[in-house]
């Protein structure tokens, strides 16, 4: 409930402004970066001057100076905003004066402050550690139907191409109501429904993991997964690479515009006579925080 | 009158698609003789493309004089999709290169149905590049990755789509091998065959009380003179610090296995700071390995100014 009204204000916010930016109010993560920033300011690290620290990482100040920041900022007035595709901009000011005034990069090892290397070997422990259970969000789905009895979800999301989408399959059940489709007689829809949706609870993935200098191998929920995934605002796409008639390769891309990072699956489901195999575990392998920041966009 | 206007529409539709096109080059080059070597040979080969796409056959090369590796690669091309050229006279401008001369922005129009009206969205834009001898080297595409898209249509698209976030991936674990000076990344990465070129601004001294123009020079390397060099760099410096912006991905038109990455990199050390352009040609044959055929940098900027984005390498600059 928290949520969907933390969604609602949000988007609220976004709806009156006129340059049509998307703002969320300080979330946590961008709040504890810029206080752990400013402080590394105050210290010089690797022989950086501060001003060849703020070169290096993309910071730029737009007005003011950090050193003019109060040690409490209990008094201030800090408002970030958040460019798609761009980055942030945060405004410290006090009693209508500004302080300081910095854009900066969407940069998950700048604002995380810990390299890919680090979030690669911490991430099976951020994911078993996601305390939020997975939610379905109540909105209403416009959906057309591709069959006699299933339906895809329409206005869909797409990464790069059109076989990439946040597409979803449903169908009515024995009581007449719509609902995903688990249906394993209809193997590439229901594979596409369980890259997105903890259809069934006690499936897991075996997850091959692979690293900067090696791989890791592991095995978690998939409701687990999703959950890190929705927790951490990520939109999951999903499309079919390869189908075969013993085999279904999918990939998924778990996308993080606000931390500037791709999670990228290619998921395995055997089919046999047109029956999903539902192995459990799953086999996955798995990309991480791959960097989209610093890419340009088409 | 309808009738009439409809016929004109026929016949200047089949008029454009068969034109003989001829080529001048303007500028750019103090050769008659080269200069016309050049021109004939453009002006041939898109003829030739005009007529073979009106004819709804395959190119035929036979009296243009045309390398095999380029015949190969332009029939590929061909295969997946035909084009044409709708002016009748072009006039270019000739660009030096390391290896001859260039030619861009050939324009040129995607026709993938014969029968399928011309659009304005379709148009592409070709470069062609000669030896030093006039021999024609290559024949490419410049293709934004929207453009391209839109060109190879029926291909493994979400292949291509996760080859590029690997190419992602692998550019960012080569960024991290030079941030944590990992010298045996590198040995792996490269290719033993790559090609490595460094540019180097040189500020010429005045002559005459008149200053001249900066000027690049580019500095050949092999892997092993390469590595030897980074080695002596990361044992001198205490730290190292790389940074990757504006990257941008580009797969080869006629070799799905061959990608071509354009960047702009920050580099710190200890003592040392630099901003260029890096461009890396990547090897995808073997996907659980993917290696470095090509590595270029040039500085960013050059006599005062943004170095111009026709001079920073890129996929067009090099024959696979």
Known sequence: ?298 | MIKKFLLLSILSASVVVQATVQVKITSGLDNPALQAKMECTMSQLLTEINAAQSANRSLNFGAIGVPQSVQVSMSMLWENTQFVCTETLLEEKCISTNNGYQFRAIPLQIKPDPEEQLDEDEYQEAVISFDHQGVLLSFYFSLSTTQYSQVIRGSKELTDVRRRQVILDYTERFRTAYNQKDIQFMEQIFSDDALIITGQVIKQKPVDGFFLPDKIIYKKYTKHEYLANLRRSFARNGYIRVTFDEIKVLRHPTDPTIYGVTLHQGYTSSNYHDDGYLFILWDFSDESQPQILVRTWQPDSFNGGKLPEEEVFSLDDFDI
Request: hydrophobic residues 40%; charged residues 20%; contains cysteine.
């Open chain 1, 1 to 298: 409930m928290k949520r969907r009204l933390y969604i609602l204000f949000v988007l609220f916010l976004f709806s009156i402004l006129s340059r049509g930016e998307e703002t969320f109010d300080c979330q946590q993560v961008i709040y504890d970066f810029l206080v752990r920033y400013t402080s590394d300011l105050r210290i010089t690290t690797d022989n950086l001057s501060p001003e060849q620290k703020m070169k290096s990482d993309r910071v730029m100040t737009l007005y003011g100076n950090y050193r003019l920041l109060p040690e409490s900022w209990k008094e201030l007035n800090i408002s970030v905003l958040y460019y798609e595709n761009r980055g942030y901009e945060a405004i410290w000011s006090l009693g209508g004066d500004t302080l300081w005034h910095i854009i900066f990069p969407n940069s998950y090892e700048l604002i995380l402050g810990k390299t890919r290397y680090e979030l690669e070997i911490m991430l099976r422990d951020d994911i078993m550690n996601t305390l939020t259970e997975y939610e379905y969000v109540n909105d209403s789905v416009s959906i057309m139907p591709i069959s006699d009895s299933i339906y895809v979800s329409q206005k869909n999301k797409v990464y790069l191409s059109k076989k990439m989408s946040t597409a979803a399959y449903y169908k009515f059940n024995t009581e007449g109501r719509l609902e995903l489709l688990r249906d394993v007689f209809y193997p590439k829809q229901l594979a596409i429904n369980l890259c997105q949706f903890p259809l069934f609870r006690d499936l897991l993935l075996s997850i091959t993991q692979n690293i900067y200098d090696s791989t890791r191998s592991y095995t978690l929920p998939l409701a687990k997964w999703l959950s890190y995934c929705q927790q951490q605002e990520c939109i999951i796409y999903v499309g079919v690479e390869i189908e075969e008639k013993d085999l279904l390769r999918m990939l998924v891309i778990c996308e993080n515009k606000f931390l500037g990072y791709n999670h990228m699956l290619s998921v395995l489901f055997p089919v046999r006579d047109n029956c999903l195999i539902l192995n459990n575990p799953i086999d996955v392998a798995l990309t991480a925080y791959i960097p989209t920041y610093n890419i340009i966009k088409d």
